[in-house]
């Protein structure tokens, strides 16, 4: 008898699955900078920045009381989705119900996970976009539902194809994600595709799940809308959103879902099995950020433009092909002529010279040929790793 033989047998739904990329690239980075190797990461959607002062005094405030440290109603205290619903007011011009509309997270991630959990059985499809964050197609997997890609292509300015969907598709496909702005590629939607989306919804009956991480990281006088403003959209829609990157919270893990009241409802059912929600300052703390002063907010996106504005000029002397993204943070630049692996292009890249890319390809086969930036790293940092990419590209 093998007294080694584990006893251990991996679910079969996630016996297949690989560690997250970052995991893996974290293990890789700590191997070379083991070794002495000055890596500078410009891969992970982290900003680097704190959040305003204020919020932080908030956090520090409400931790030193001594009754703010039992459970809390899972799902965030009604005084924090009130928050969620004034910000949508004050933000969007969108009437939420507090109590039936709106819901925390423990950061947007969790809730798009347990949304797909909620709504998809074995074989019902999804309709995931490609590239797009790889959340939306592990989620899928996990449920046991069927993917059905829909191609981001330049040509179409990273838009979903909605006609180009067959029919057979629509008939058995239950959730569609979108994402704007748009992680990885950058790229915004036009208010009237949001009300195309929403009338083709209700034509198709699939329920629309909208991730808007980066709705307030906007460049050159763009602001980015949200579908709710669309008449009718939340009987078929649900938002996802996040203080992550608004409020420069990454760390903290505070989200929101917000929209069809009934998704809200189950989604709130299968955390209570899960989670047992939020420390109570750090709920406050998203209170302050959500209703308080919103004028840091353009300063700190004049820096991420910026540094943007640094990236691009360089890729493009090194060769690659970029869009000017008008939100977000990151670039998504296709790789020079004599390039075609972004997986073996990144590897290289960080073993000769420390810096950090993300392989497009990690975002879907519709992302091959293309490698994404994030700005989350300080300007000086980020300009260096940009002459270090430059100077191998050119040597």
Same mark, same amino acid.
């Given at each position: 008898?093998?007294?080694?033989?584990?006893?251990?047998?991996?679910?079969? @739904?996630?016996?297949?699955? @690989?560690?997250? &990329? &970052?995991?893996?690239?974290?293990?890789?980075?700590?191997?070379?900078?083991?070794?002495?190797?000055?890596?500078?990461?410009?891969?992970?959607?982290?900003?680097?920045?704190?959040?305003?002062?204020?919020?932080?005094?908030?956090?520090?405030?409400?931790? @030193?009381?001594?009754?703010?440290? /039992?459970?809390?109603?899972?799902?965030?205290?009604?005084?924090? =989705?009130?928050?969620?619903?004034?910000?949508?007011?004050?933000?969007?011009?969108?009437?939420?119900?507090?109590?039936?509309?709106?819901?925390?997270?423990?950061?947007?991630?969790? /809730?798009?996970?347990?949304?797909?959990?909620? #709504?998809? +059985?074995?074989?019902?499809?999804?309709?995931?976009?490609?590239?797009?964050?790889?959340?939306?197609?592990?989620?899928?997997?996990?449920?046991?539902?069927?993917?059905?890609?829909?191609?981001?292509?330049?040509? +179409?300015?990273?838009?979903?194809?909605?006609?180009?969907?067959?029919?057979?598709?629509?008939?058995?496909? =239950?959730?569609?994600?979108?994402?704007?702005?748009?992680?990885?590629?950058?790229?915004?939607?036009?208010?009237?595709? &949001?009300?195309?989306?929403? +009338?083709?919804?209700?034509?198709?009956?699939?329920?629309?799940?909208?991730?808007?991480?980066?709705?307030?990281? #906007?460049?050159?006088?763009?602001?980015?809308?949200?579908?709710?403003?669309?008449?009718?959209?939340?009987?078929?829609?649900?938002?996802?959103?996040?203080?992550?990157?608004?409020?420069?919270?990454?760390?903290?893990?505070?989200?929101?879902?917000? /929209?069809?009241?009934?998704?809200?409802?189950?989604?709130?059912?299968?955390?209570?099995?899960?989670?047992?929600?939020? &420390?109570?300052?750090?709920?406050?703390?998203?209170?302050?950020?959500?209703?308080?002063?919103?004028?840091?907010?353009?300063?700190?996106?004049?820096?991420?433009?910026?540094?943007?504005?640094?990236?691009?000029?360089?890729?493009?002397?090194?060769?690659?092909?970029?869009? *000017?993204?008008?939100?977000?943070?990151?670039?998504?630049?296709?790789?020079?002529?004599?390039?075609?692996?972004? *997986?073996?292009? #990144?590897?290289?890249?960080?073993?000769?010279?420390?810096?950090?890319? *993300?392989?497009?390809?990690?975002?879907?086969?519709?992302?091959?040929?293309?490698?994404?930036?994030?700005?989350?790293?300080?300007?000086?940092?980020?300009?260096?790793?940009?002459?270090?990419?430059?100077?191998?590209?050119?040597?």
């Amino acid at each position: 008898m093998n007294q080694n033989k584990s006893i251990f047998r991996p679910a079969e @739904r996630i016996a297949s699955f @690989r560690p997250y &990329f &970052f995991a893996s690239l974290s293990q890789k980075i700590a191997e070379l900078k083991a070794l002495g190797k000055d890596v500078i990461r410009i891969d992970m959607g982290s900003p680097d920045l704190p959040p305003a002062e204020f919020i932080t005094e908030a956090l520090i405030t409400t931790a @030193r009381r001594p009754d703010t440290h /039992g459970y809390t109603p899972n799902g965030g205290t009604l005084a924090f =989705r009130r928050a969620i619903a004034a910000y949508y007011a004050n933000r969007f011009q969108v009437e939420l119900d507090p109590q039936k509309e709106a819901i925390a997270l423990l950061g947007s991630k969790e /809730g798009i996970f347990n949304l797909t959990q909620v #709504c998809i +059985n074995p074989g019902d499809i999804v309709l995931v976009p490609n590239p797009g964050y790889p959340v939306y197609q592990s989620s899928t997997q996990i449920a046991g539902g069927q993917i059905y890609p829909m191609p981001l292509l330049r040509e +179409n300015h990273f838009l979903p194809d909605l006609d180009s969907i067959p029919e057979w598709v629509l008939e058995r496909s =239950r959730l569609m994600w979108l994402n704007y702005p748009n992680n990885p590629t950058g790229a915004i939607a036009p208010f009237e595709f &949001f009300e195309k989306v929403v +009338n083709f919804a209700k034509k198709h009956q699939i329920l629309i799940a909208h991730d808007a991480p980066y709705v307030d990281i #906007c460049f050159d006088g763009y602001k980015a809308p949200s579908i709710l403003q669309v008449p009718g959209a939340k009987e078929v829609a649900i938002e996802f959103n996040s203080l992550s990157k608004t409020y420069n919270m990454a760390g903290w893990r505070l989200g929101m879902a917000v /929209g069809n009241a009934e998704v809200i409802r189950y989604l709130h059912t299968y955390k209570s099995q899960v989670d047992s929600s939020h &420390f109570e300052a750090i709920l406050q703390a998203g209170i302050t950020a959500l209703t308080g002063d919103q004028t840091w907010l353009e300063e700190r996106n004049q820096i991420y433009q910026y540094r943007r504005d640094i990236a691009i000029n360089g890729l493009r002397e090194a060769g690659f092909t970029v869009e *000017t993204p008008p939100a977000a943070i990151y670039i998504w630049a296709h790789l020079p002529e004599k390039y075609t692996d972004s *997986t073996a292009f #990144c590897s290289q890249l960080l073993e000769e010279t420390g810096v950090s890319v *993300t392989p497009g390809v990690v975002y879907g086969k519709h992302g091959e040929g293309y490698i994404r930036i994030s700005l989350g790293v300080a300007t000086d940092r980020l300009k260096e790793a940009i002459d270090r990419m430059i100077n191998w590209i050119k040597k």
